[in-house]
């Protein structure tokens, strides 16, 4: 019998006996050997296993959103690595998913900004936006942070002069990435601090210039536990050990998350996006409690439907209530597959499917349901809010509706 989602034990519990040697007792006892591969006849390797589910439940194979979508989290820069072929493939599933528009995180500054512009928008001029990044090393040296553009004086100033100018170039908005906090090193070899004031003024620039400031802080929760047997994704950080930020090198979760809060209580003009869900989706309650304090703050899913849709009541409640603070994120671009379980999730009540295409899954080893949203809702999600928060998602959302109108 498939019990509610909110009972589902994790597919992790099965795993721990399978590696421990426990017996699974279908009619065996405490003495026997744990289970064979049956295609080899030798013990079975916890990375080697590949459940298929007996399940027979409704299979809703959504390859299309209903709704135009602006995917507000993506990384051409870093995924495609300016390929004129790999972008004209990705614009092609744009069309068949009903994308209208995607963000682009990796714009920088500069020149950087200029070759990015010119590769997203010589072709495709309305069917992209782009964020700049801070440099926060400049011309230092990578290995000697004392040496960088943001030790020198008034380095908050000259970033957001640099914003300015970025911003006459066509930039939407600006995005921070998890090093800041969890990389970047200060003069004396410490991490950089996410609410040092010296940043003050960037924040605040962004705040004058309509900027939203995209910022992705800290990272899942078992990252930040030990690699052992009680952490719910050892199996992914066995594969990515350097994925950890357990120990004292690093600053624990709460602290960067608190670090982070106060600066967007600090600058309420300014709209702060909340990256991954403001990588709190494990525990909405908190996330809620963030989007009731801070009015400038908003939040998207990019790489957390894994999260989401194994909490499909309280998912579903969230969204609803703070509908018109969530925009939509991939964390993109993503093979088609990957996609089509974001319509599903967000616009079915199908149950008990993959979250990824990828074998096995890259977050966590379960499987998610759907939180089926209303139309009205799901249009806010999809393309709305992006429209009302993001420079530019407006105009040219619109040229997309008429040209597929008119198709």
Known sequence: MLCPPRRLRSLWCLLVVIASGASVAYGQNDETDPPLDGENGRPLAIGEFRPEAMLKVRQTNLTRAKFPVVDDH??????????????DDFVGVMDRNNIALCVSLDGKLGDDFDAHAKYLWTK???????YANIDWQGDGDAEKPETWACQRPEFGRRMALELAEVKKKGASGLKLFKQFGLGYKDADGSLLKIDDPRWDPIWK???????????????PEAFFRPIDKTNERW????RHPDWSFYGDKFPSREELLAARNRVIERHPETIFIGAHM??????LAIVAQWLEKYPNLYVEPASRISELGRQPYTSRDFVMKYQDRILFGTDGPWPEERLHYYWRFFETFDEYFSYSEKVPPPQGLWYIYGIGLPDDVLKKIYHENAARIIPGVDVKLKKYVVFHTEE
């Open 74 to 87: 993506t990384h051409f820069r870093y995924r495609l690595k300016h390929s004129p072929e790999q972008l």
């Open 124 to 130: 495709y001029p309305d069917r992209f936006l782009i």
């Open 205 to 219: 620039a962004c705040g004058e210039l309509g900027l939203p400031v995209i910022i992705h802080t800290a990272d």
């Open 235 to 238: 199996e992914e950080l066995s």
């Open 278 to 283: 403001a990588n709190d989706s494990e525990d």
